[in-house]
Each structure stands twice: as structure tokens, then as C-alpha cells.
């Protein structure tokens, strides 16, 4: 019966999140990044949230995966730098100062090989200046298919992007490769 109950949540779960972008149901959250030794704020991290309307504020561990398993993630990743660049965008036009918006990009995301597009396309329909862009990418994602991941990263840092490898000692740690990864940031 547990096993049943719960094939029916997860089931329930995948219906509903296909329906989040389109119902307006999915929000950006900005989490401040500030410098230490100067207590400056140097930008902020994009969080992602699902106001479900009956579960409420669903955390991301209960959605995400769920995301990755049914490929939804590409087109919630699409939709978070859509939203996140739009808003970035507009603080920097006002003349906020606000830093570098940091996005996470999903193995999922990064692996299918389209991630280049989308970033163009966000950066294109917010007219962000891509200097203040930083997309974060697990280590997994980019040793997984390490010798065309090198290409992908050194095509987005042309575009002018800052790269973090996120989660960095939890996978391969290949110092070999690290060398020859584009990266602005190690995230440990």
C-alpha cells in the first residue's frame, strides 16, 4: 500500500510540474553572494521555487529530480534564465550595480549539448551584458563527456560568461582536466 501511495504522489508530482511553467507556478529567488573580506555584495545565486496550489512551496529536492528524470529540466532550466536574466537586466539599467547572477545548469541541461542556445537566447531577449552572467556546472555533468564539455565551456566563455564548476571534489576530480577547463571559480 506504501509503495502504491507513493507511485501515486510521484505520478501526481510528474503531471503537476508539467503544468508549473505554463500556470505561472514556478518563482525566482535570489540568494545574496557578498565578499568576505570586504562585505561588498558581488551578486546573487538563482534559486527556483514551485508554489504549488495545494502543496504549497514545494523544495527543490522534491522537484528537481523529478525534472531530471522526465527531461522537464531542460525546459525549467530555459525558463529560470529567461526569468532570472530578465529581471538581472533590469536592475543593471536602473544602475543597481548588481553583480553577477549566478545560474545553476543541470546535468541534464548541460549534457543534451544545447546549452549554448539557450544562454544566447536569454541573454538576447533580456539584453543582459553577458559579463554578468556566471553559470555553475557540477563536475559530474562536465566529466561525464569531458573532451566535448571542454568545447561547450570554451564556446560560452567566447560569449563572455563567467563558468563555475560547482560540487567540485564530490566526482572525478581530475586535476588533468581541471587545467584545461575555462573556469572563472571552483566551488568546493
Not at 73 to 98: M, Y
Not at 104 to 118: A, C, H, L, P, Q
Request: proline share 5%.
Amino acid at each position: 500500500e506504501d509503495l502504491t501511495q507513493s507511485s501515486l504522489t510521484r505520478f501526481k508530482m510528474k503531471t503537476d510540474l508539467r503544468h508549473a511553467i505554463e500556470r505561472d507556478q514556478l518563482r525566482v529567488f535570489l540568494q545574496p553572494q557578498f565578499s568576505l573580506k570586504t562585505g561588498q555584495r558581488l551578486g546573487a545565486e538563482v534559486l527556483v521555487r514551485w508554489r504549488h496550489p495545494e502543496l504549497g512551496l514545494v523544495p527543490p529536492a522534491s522537484f528537481i529530480p523529478i525534472a531530471e528524470e522526465t527531461g522537464l529540466i531542460v525546459a525549467l532550466g530555459e525558463w529560470v534564465q529567461q526569468a532570472a536574466c530578465g529581471c538581472w537586466a533590469e536592475w543593471a539599467f536602473a544602475g543597481l550595480n548588481p553583480g553577477v547572477l549566478s545560474i545553476n545548469v543541470s546535468g541534464v541541461e548541460f549534457r543534451r549539448g544545447k546549452i549554448e542556445d539557450t544562454v544566447r537566447r536569454a541573454l538576447a531577449a533580456s539584453r543582459l551584458p553577458p559579463e554578468l552572467l556566471e553559470l555553475e556546472i557540477t563536475e559530474s555533468a562536465m566529466m561525464s563527456q569531458a573532451e566535448q564539455s571542454i568545447e561547450v565551456l570554451h564556446r560560452l566563455r567566447a560569449m563572455g560568461i563567467s563558468l563555475a564548476i560547482d560540487d567540485f571534489g564530490t566526482g572525478y576530480s581530475s586535476l588533468a582536466y581541471l587545467k584545461r577547463l575555462p573556469l572563472n571559480k571552483l566551488k568546493v
